[in-house]
């Protein structure tokens, strides 16, 4: 055949391309022919190509290939031509069996392709080489493709991977990524271009586009960008600055991004007053937890250099150890440091709330003033986790429980009750499931459960989180349907959750049991004044509905004499 070989689809087969490609999952083994989909396309591997990847619409594909008529007959060949065949698959380029049929295809793999005349020219044919309804074979040999992706799913952003890159990741919003990259016009005039250029994902950088494909890129991966102009400058253009050339109005941009590396950032509180950028990833998968003795290199400084500590990174200085969970210290290096793994190099960025807030603090080498933001390079040496409870036996369960117990209580007393609260509930999952203790043991574990869901509801009291600690009391009341404390603070609950009926129903039975408490004798005077109050505040909203009823009514009963009397 001539190099122009018309290898559309013809006629009706030239229509706008649907995605039809069937499932097709089972592998095949060499020599053996399959049929994919229910069109009659069927597939004979000739050899196994690598890895598992196939390409996908809109991706760029460069195939040898061989066609042939059933009787053998060669109509074209790019193998003759010595030059491969590229297209872009799924856009209607080719005839349909070949878009669905390399769907299937790996890299390197050879496969012959039998193609009904209704997925190739149908009763048109090609001619003069492909006759009516001609059904046809085609020996494909995938030599490679470039993925092709519609990053923003309405064309504005297409992405030609050039070079793969590493793992899986993706840079995330908060993470500050190294790039190179080259701007040109679509006439191939370029416009920028810069090696080793840092910014924040979130806050982007030379036009939308930037921030955008970067989030889809894996760590070495370099990619050809088509940008339309609302990702890039839109009607107004932009005008040369620098060593940057000008770009029109309404231009569309090519723009070669290579994503270098980048550092991960991450928000530890969710509020971004705890900020952790990690310089060295760490090792495994394992991370300190609440209780872990930890070993780290410190250094502390603040926001305008000052040094205050200073750990293990010069010769002469010890490494500094705490223990999470304990307040030994700052509340943002406390979270922060349970986040990372063993070798962890990272930047803490903290905030007063986190750090030493309003007072002055007296530090190693300098002092902190008051309201600071607090700066770190923590590098975590080691860690000892506290022991879990699967690594326990039962006696250790209960010892474990008895002792975040009483560390609750002491929490309680000084006034921290989300620390407190957090105690309580680590020593009730200690012995949360007792089917393997021994009768003594379920005594011993349900006494403790029960203090610590009545003390914890004594603390979300405090926090003011009303349900939930209706709900903990309502867990001992399951097993101790006559624990006063219990129905004393679930109608505490039920009062500032507007629920005075049940907070009426809680306390009349802890009367019943226990008539003389005192707590729960002035609990009652507490919602009778409440009921009180919600009684008058009813009377006068039904009292002014009521009133403005009136109103309307005696306008209609003046209204009507007049009515009658224009009649006489």
Sequence with gaps: MEDDFDFSAAGAMNEEMMDETPSYDAPLKVGEEKEIGDQGLKKKLLKEGEGWDTPENGDEVEVHYTGT??????????????????????????????????????????????????????????????PPNATLQFDVQLL??????????????????????????????????????????????????????????????????????????????????????????????????????????????????????????????????VMKKILKEGEGYERPNEGAVVQVKLIGKLQDGTLFINRGYDDGTELFDFKTDEEQVIDGLDRAVMTMKKGEVAILTIAPEYAFGSTESKQELAVVPPNSTVIYEIELNSFIKEKESWDMNTQEKIEAAGKKKEEGNSLFKAGKYLKASKRYEKAVKYIEYDTSFD?????????????????????????????????????????????????????????????????????????????????????????????????????KFYGNMFAKLGVLDSKKTAAAPMAIDSKA
């Design 144 to 273: 490679s493709w470039l993925s092709v992706k519609d990053i923003c799913k309405d064309g504005g952003i297409f992405k030609k991977i050039l070079n793969k890159g590493e793992k899986w990741e993706n840079p995330k919003d908060l993470d500050e990524v190294l790039v190179n990259y080259e701007v040109r016009l679509e006439d191939g005039t370029l416009v920028a271009k810069s090696d080793g250029v840092e910014f924040t994902v979130q806050d982007g950088h030379f036009c939308p586009a930037m921030s955008k494909a970067v989030k889809t890129m894996k760590k070495g991966e370099k990619v050809l960008l088509t940008v339309k102009p609302q990702y890039g400058f839109g009607e107004k253009g932009k005008q040369a600055l620098g060593n940057e050339g000008a770009i029109p109005a309404n231009a569309t941009l090519q723009i070669t991004l290579e994503l270098v590396s980048w550092k991960t950032v991450s928000d530890v509180t969710k509020d971004r007053k």
């Design 69 to 130: 008529l059933l009787d053998g007959t060669q109509f074209d060949s790019s193998r003759d031509r010595g030059t491969p065949f590229k297209f872009t698959l799924g856009q209607g380029q080719v005839i349909k069996g070949w878009d669905q049929g390399i769907k299937t295809m790996k890299k390197g793999e050879n496969a012959l392709f039998t193609i009904p005349a209704e997925l190739a020219y149908g009763g048109s044919g090609s001619p003069p080489t492909i």
């Design 439 to 539: 009768d003594e043991e379920k005594k011993q574990a349900k006494v403790l459960k029960v203090s610590c869901n009545l003390n914890n509801a004594a603390c979300k009291l405090k926090l003011k989180e009303y349900k939930q600690a209706e709900k903990l009391c309502t867990k001992v009341l399951e097993s101790d349907s006559g624990n006063v404390k219990a129905l004393y603070r679930r109608a505490q609950a039920y009062i500032h959750l507007a629920d005075l009926d049940l907070a009426e129903l809680d306390i009349k039975k802890a009367l019943e049991i226990d008539p003389d408490n005192r707590d729960v004798k002035l609990e009652y005077k507490v919602l009778k004044e409440k009921m009180k109050e919600y009684n008058k505040k009813d009377a």
